[in-house]
């Protein structure tokens, strides 16, 4: 049986990598940028070697300039991320949404899966905006981004990160898995579907923080709808000749621990649902990540 290939976004804000990536592979559906990813750009790193630090809106221009770099070569949606930590409000972070949103003609704002991001997202939808939710390591954030994009005008992209839960000793893979269920399951109930796309699932997944061949293909054999991926992943692939796994595939466990699945009941309020705590604090973690690259760039 042939299997559907996801939509392949590149995980990199180095416009050289876009160039490189679509000659090797013949194409590329979009890009994926993140503040870290923003910091090892070739030129940014140039800068602070040479112990040069930004403004803000040198910063937010450098972005800018990426982005439409970028954009010469992807047709596809680019997703923008904006900066913010636990002290963030949704005011704060709707207002960096509308000006990242002007970067291109398919930008997707990445807000962190936090209280004030979900809150920001929902608001920014009603606007007429495009969204991919990030950061999300459990279920009840991927629930809460269900709920909260339902009356979106477009889809929206859900971002599990996988690696991150590998390196901690469970299988990142399952936070996929659980989640394709229980959008499934959701998706059946009364009021679970998004009126504005005729019935169609209204949060693509996006499979994120892809660390080797085995996520790469166990994503497409979960039937995940987009899958970001490292340029390193991508010149992997190339060397087993753009090989395509079937729905059986399974990825080697290496010993990883299992995300247990849980029957989560659906609620339209995207608020019932906790999205601020996981055991392993990952979500902690990244969002701090993900601002102290921010940081360092900035004066
Ligand atoms: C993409 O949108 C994510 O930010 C990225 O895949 C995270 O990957 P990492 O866990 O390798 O940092």
Known sequence: MSIKLPKIHLDSSDPAETKKAKGLIG???GQTTNPSLVANNPDIKKRLDEGKKLTEKELLDFYKQVVQEIEKEVAGPISVEVNANWESTAADLLKQAENMFTWGKNIHIKFPTIPAGLEAANQFLKNGGRVNMTLVFTQEQAAAVY??????????????????????????????????????????????????????????????????LDHFYASIALGADIMTVPMKILEQWIHEEQWIPDEHYRAPSKGLKSIVYKDLPFNPDFKSYDVSKEDGSLLDEGLKKFSADWQKLLQ
């Open 27 to 29: 194409y590329l559906d």
């Open 147 to 212: 709920t909260a994009t339902l009356k979106a005008q477009s889809p929206s992209f859900l971002s599990p990160f996988i690696g991150r839960w590998d390196d901690r000793g469970f299988d990142g893979m399952d936070l996929v898995k659980n989640t394709l269920k229980m959008y499934r399951k959701f998706h059946s109930l009364p009021g679970g579907k998004n009126e504005n796309l005729k019935g169609k699932m209204h949060v693509l997944m996006l499979a994120a923080s892809i660390r080797s």
